[in-house]
Nanobody
Framework: VQLQAFGGGLVQPGGSLRLSCAAS????????MGWYRQAPGKQRELVAR???????DYVDSVKGRFTISRDNAKTAVYLQMNSLKPEDTAVYYC?????????WGQGTQVTVSS
């Protein structure tokens, strides 16, 4: 499975961005799809994930601001990011966990700055 992420960019504090991650095939069975991020000098952290049953979880710092979703065709996952803060600046990676294997997309840069 190949994952391709889109949608990063430069946005002012308080702005919004929507990240998309497209899979190269329909994902019929998986544990979760989600997004990690890595800021300069920091460890990669899990931002949000959506499980096969559609339940979701989020890191505390983005709760109420970010929303993860996936399409019914099971080929894409999205991250709607609102009320962005400078501390959200990072490279964002989409991820798929399936059958014990982890698949990573290429990163997309999100920069929040005035």
């Amino acid at each position: 499975v190949q994952l391709q992420a889109f949608g990063g960019g430069l946005v002012q504090p308080g702005g919004s961005l929507r990240l998309s991650c497209a899979a190269s095939e329909t994902i019929f069975s998986f544990n979760y799809m989600g997004w990690y991020r890595q800021a300069p000098g920091k460890q990669r952290e899990l931002v949000a994930r959506v499980f096969a049953g559609r339940s979701t979880d989020y890191v505390d710092s983005v709760k109420g601001r970010f929303t993860i979703s996936r399409d019914n065709a099971k080929t894409a996952v999205y991250l709607q990011m609102n009320s962005l803060k400078p501390e959200d600046t990072a490279v964002y990676y989409c991820v798929l966990l399936r059958w014990g294997n982890t698949y990573w997309g290429q990163g997309t840069q999100v920069t929040v700055s005035s």
